[in-house]
Antibody, heavy 122, light 108 residues
Framework: QVQLVQSGAEVKKPGASVKVACKASGYTFITYYMHWVRQAPGQGLEWMGLINPSGGSTTYAQKFQGRVSLTRDTSTSTVYMELRSLRSEDTAIYFC???????????????WGQGTLVTVSS | DIQMTQSPSSLSASVGDRVTITCRASQSISRHLNWYQQTPGKAPRLLIYGASNLHPGVPSRFSGSGSGTDFTLTISRLRPEDFATYFCQQTYTPLALTFGGGTRVDIK
């Protein structure tokens, strides 16, 4: 069965960086793009970017350009999200999401990780 | 970026009720619209893709409709497990996805 297992909660100081892991299993890792979405406490969902695990190409939401990096390790079927220069507003749950692509309607995230809480506090 | 506006932001309903949630896009997105359900403490779950296609395993009481700028998610007969928050997501710009603000469905 498809599973996405994310690394544990992190507490960081403002200005620091965080790297969250998302380990995939139960399917062919390079076949599906991986998207990242975050959710601040009590707020909605915010799309951060995507990575093609096959070639490693990435696209980031404009808001996070220059501050986020998505990478992958095909040997362990793991995708990583690194966010730099953290500020208090980055406190959120970060989700990875396997994303399928439909010819007629584009991407849809059909499996999600359990989420990783990142707390930014001095 | 394409803005997605959901209404209402919250609603109260009873088990067995028919519930309709609306999502409006700031420009035409054809049928490039997904719906997700999220219960507290859990990750979102895909319900509908392409405006009206039920994701495998999703109960048939959920349905989606619409095209262009206006879309609806309908739950025909609300069950206890349906009390959750629902989000729409536009995929018309696949490299700049955006979500609606969410609609919370509470027990009346």
């Amino acid at each position: 069965q498809v599973q996405l297992v994310q690394s544990g909660a992190e507490v960081k100081k403002p200005g620091a960086s965080v790297k969250v892991a998302c380990k995939a299993s139960g399917y062919t890792f390079i076949t599906y793009y991986m998207h990242w979405v975050r959710q601040a406490p009590g707020q909605g969902l915010e799309w951060m970017g995507l990575i093609n695990p096959s070639g490693g190409s990435t696209t980031y939401a404009q808001k996070f350009q220059g501050r986020v990096s998505l990478t992958r390790d095909t040997s362990t079927s793991t995708v990583y999200m690194e966010l730099r220069s953290l500020r208090s507003e980055d406190t959120a749950i970060y989700f990875c999401a396997r994303t399928d692509y439909y010819e007629s309607s584009g991407p849809a995230s059909d499996f999600w990780g359990q989420g990783t809480l990142v707390t930014v506090s001095s | 970026d394409i803005q997605m506006t959901q209404s209402p932001s919250s609603l109260s309903a009873s088990v067995g009720d028919r519930v309709t949630i609306t999502c409006r896009a700031s420009q035409s997105i054809s049928r490039h619209l997904n719906w997700y359900q999220q219960t507290p403490g859990k990750a979102p779950r895909l319900l509908i893709y392409g405006a009206s296609n039920l994701h495998p395993g999703v109960p048939s009481r959920f349905s989606g409709s619409g095209s262009g700028t206006d879309f609806t998610l309908t739950i025909s007969r609300l069950r206890p497990e349906d009390f959750a928050t629902y989000f729409c997501q536009q995929t018309y710009t696949p490299l700049a996805l955006t979500f609606g603000g969410g609609t919370r469905v509470d027990i009346k």
